[in-house]
């Protein structure tokens, strides 16, 4: 996809090269084949590189950060709202289906890389599961994968609720069941 050497051009770039990872092709097998888990901290990118793990915007907003190192401006971060259902995600059926909801709309981090979207949240991942449920795109910046894309998932949901029987805060204990279920 990328082809880019990676130069030491930063703290992040630096690390890499001590890792033995020498180009964004590299570097992007790295960090897609590293487990999936919640970060210490949620809005800090480079700790999947400490604590080698991570999750899709963790795991997004680093390659993003690491684009930016290196001055590679077709490297975009994307905060994707989908549709989240037994289809796409087939380990939270069985949520879905407890309170009857075909779907419940989910923030998820993806890349966008020249017109080409890339999932690197797992070896497994795939734009392509999603790319028939995504509801909106939104471009981002690393630094806004905390607050704003929390505050932004919620205000997402309150705006869907009009149309479902739940309050925020059940929707909300919904959502963390089905995340739950993916772990």
């Given amino acids: 996809m990328l082809k880019n050497k990676l130069l030491n051009k ?8 001590e890792m033995g990872v020498f180009s964004f092709d590299q570097l ?21 590189l400490k604590e080698l793990k991570g999750a899709c915007s963790t795991k997004h907003a680093l390659i993003k950060k690491i684009a930016l ?8 971060l994307i905060l994707c709202m989908f549709k ?18 075909e779907y419940i709309p989910e923030a998820h981090c993806v890349l966008q890389i020249k017109n080409q979207y890339l999932d690197i949240t797992t070896s497994k991942s795939s ?3 999603i790319k028939e449920d995504v509801i909106e795109l939104v471009e981002i910046q690393p630094e806004q994968i905390g607050v704003f894309k929390v505050e932004y998932h919620q205000q997402f949901l309150k705006t869907w609720l009009n149309n479902n029987n739940y309050s925020f805060e059940e929707l909300w204990k ?6 739950e279920a993916l772990s």
């Fill in 10 to 17: 930063g703290i992040l770039s630096k690390r890499l090269l």
């Fill in 127 to 129: 734009y392509n599961k």
């Fill in 28 to 48: 992007i097998a790295l960090i897609q084949n590293l487990p999936y888990g919640r970060n210490a901290d949620r809005a800090n990118p480079d700790l999947v």
């Fill in 174 to 179: 919904i959502r963390e069941e089905c995340i």
């Fill in 84 to 101: 989240m259902n037994a289809k796409n995600t087939s380990k939270i059926a069985k949520v879905l289906y407890k309170y009857n909801l």
């Fill in 69 to 76: 190192e290196q001055e590679i401006n077709e490297v975009k």
